[in-house]
T-cell receptor
Framework: DTEVTQTPKHLVMGMTNKKSLKCEQH?????MYWYKQKAKKPPELMFV???????INESVPSRFSPECPNSSLLNLHLHALQPEDSALYLC?????????????????FGPGTRLTVL | AQTVTQSQPEMSVQEAETVTLSCTYD???????LFWYKQPPSRQMILVIR??????QNATENRFSVNFQKAAKSFSLKISDSQLGDTAMYFC????????????FGSGTKLNVKP
């Protein structure tokens, strides 16, 4: 099973709202990723969690706040977003972020959350 | 710095024919991985094929195969017997084991399979 789930599928929010995106995997993967993707563009990395610790933050504005409560769950908390933040938000996971084991580098993606900020 | 280049923004192919998508990359690393992902209009990124840089043999997965030229830093994807369901954006990606498997993506190639 290589399934990553994301909820909700669609989200519409105003600039003053607070909302959260959720990502879940039960593959025992120890790295989880958040990406932002605009139409017809490749995904842009936002955050990487390795063994539940924030390991990479690609200079993302503070209105995006990630959280990794446990090894299976990843949240992205949204607050005071701008219309230009409207995009597809993808979550991914990989088995071993340490690089010690071959074949554990592949990222498996969820179906994404389509976010619209009004 | 790692960079990945896909020089074909859009391509078309007739159903049942063969098409090749190009990808080049630049890195000073010796140990790395290369991937092709497919993103259909349904939007989920799906792994098509993976290649380890230390392996000289080209990876194959059913109708999908790669031509990996390490010296030339080239990693093209060949799709044989194209099917309508192959219509999608295709992204080439690169990662190393030293930075949490961080992906570097190419800009993508939109493939249209015509009946």
């Amino acid at each position: 099973d290589t399934e990553v789930t994301q909820t909700p599928k669609h989200l519409v929010m105003g600039m003053t709202n607070k909302k959260s995106l959720k990502c879940e995997q039960h593959m025992g993967h120890r790295a989880m990723y958040w990406y932002k993707q605009k139409a017809k563009k490749p995904p842009e990395l936002m955050f990487v969690y390795s063994y539940e610790k924030l390991s990479i933050n690609e200079s993302v504005p503070s209105r995006f706040s990630p959280e990794c409560p446990n090894s299976s769950l990843l949240n992205l908390h949204l607050h005071a977003l701008q219309p230009e933040d409207s995009a597809l938000y993808l979550c991914a996971s990989s088995q071993d972020p340490s690089g010690r084991s071959r074949g554990t580098d592949t990222q498996y993606f969820g179906p994404g959350t389509r976010l619209t900020v009004l | 710095a790692q960079t990945v280049t896909q020089s074909q923004p859009e391509m078309s192919v007739q159903e049942a024919e063969t098409v090749t998508l190009s990808c080049t990359y630049d890195t000073s690393e010796n140990n790395y991985y290369l991937f092709w992902y497919k993103q259909p209009p349904s939007r989920q990124m799906i792994l098509v094929i993976r290649q380890e840089a230390y392996k000289q043999q080209n990876a194959t997965e059913n109708r999908f195969s790669v031509n990996f030229q390490k010296a030339a830093k080239s990693f093209s994807l060949k799709i044989s017997d194209s099917q309508l369901g192959d219509t999608a954006m295709y992204f080439c990606a690169f990662s190393t084991p030293y930075n949490f498997n961080k992906f570097y993506f190419g800009s993508g190639t939109k493939l249209n399979v015509k009946p």
